[in-house]
T-cell receptor, first 112, second 115 residues
Framework: QKEVEQDPGPLSVPEGAIVSLNCTYSNSAFQYFMWYRQYSRKGPELLMY????GNKEDGRFTAQVDKSSKYISLFIRDSQPSDSATYLCAMSSWDSSYKLIFGSGTRLLVRP | DAGVTQSPTHLIKTRGQQVTLRCSPKSGHDTVSWYQQALGQGPQFIFQ???????QRGNFPDRFSGHQFPNYSSELNVNALLLGDSALYLC??????????????FGPGTRLTVL
């Protein structure tokens, strides 16, 4: 079993829809949680960074962390075709924060 | 403000050869991490360099080695290339002194093809 599980998709939604992306994990030591966006043949771009549990909002993006369920989510409001990309969740533990553990990514397609 | 840069963009090698990939961190960053991303997979941590020393290593064989220079730039070397080493190699930089703020920013990657 992988430490971080992520549905590969693809997830196809119409423009303007609310998108929900999720990851589950098995290591209870994870404290730092990130979401990256990766366009085809490009490097990952950091979208959201969250420490421990709770919510964080930045523009159209909201990140949620539920440590009791070992479950994290990224919500995208008013999705745009330019949001079409692969979304990677990543996490690390307090004693090994340098080493990011990634999910395999979810492909998102926003249809005009 | 320049972000993380990597060179070369693409590289084609044959099995058994050796390769060197290069990375310059984002301005103000002193820590470089290397990741391998196979097609359709998330990046996998290879190792991290801080103060010119390897600080942590992932589950990769000794064929993978690295170096960090005084100007914080870094090289990744892979010896005795295997077909399975074909991947996108990503460099990420961060400010490594404080673990709680060790947010990593990625470069565009080097796509290595081993034939």
């Amino acid at each position: 079993q992988k430490e971080v599980e992520q549905d590969p998709g693809p997830l196809s939604v119409p423009e303007g829809a609310i998108v929900s992306l999720n990851c589950t994990y098995s290591n209870s030591a994870f404290q730092y949680f990130m979401w990256y966006r990766q366009y085809s043949r490009k490097g990952p771009e950091l979208l959201m960074y969250t420490y421990s549990s709770g919510n964080k909002e930045d523009g159209r993006f909201t990140a949620q962390v539920d440590k009791s369920s070992k479950y994290i989510s990224l919500f995208i409001r008013d999705s745009q075709p330019s949001d079409s990309a692969t979304y990677l969740c990543a996490m690390s533990s307090w004693d090994s924060s340098y080493k990011l553990i990634f999910g395999s990514g979810t492909r998102l397609l926003v249809r005009p | 403000d320049a972000g993380v840069t990597q060179s070369p963009t693409h590289l084609i090698k044959t099995r058994g050869q050796q390769v060197t990939l290069r990375c310059s961190p984002k301005s103000g960053h002193d820590t470089v991490s290397w990741y391998q991303q196979a097609l359709g997979q998330g990046p996998q941590f290879i190792f991290q360099y801080y103060e010119e020393e390897e600080r942590q290593r992932g589950n990769f064989p000794d064929r993978f080695s690295g170096h960090q220079f005084p100007n914080y730039s870094s090289e990744l070397n892979v010896n005795a290339l295997l077909l399975g080493d074909s991947a996108l190699y990503l460099c990420a930089s961060s400010l490594g002194a404080d673990q709680s703020t060790d947010t990593q920013y990625f470069g565009p990657g080097t796509r290595l093809t081993v034939l």
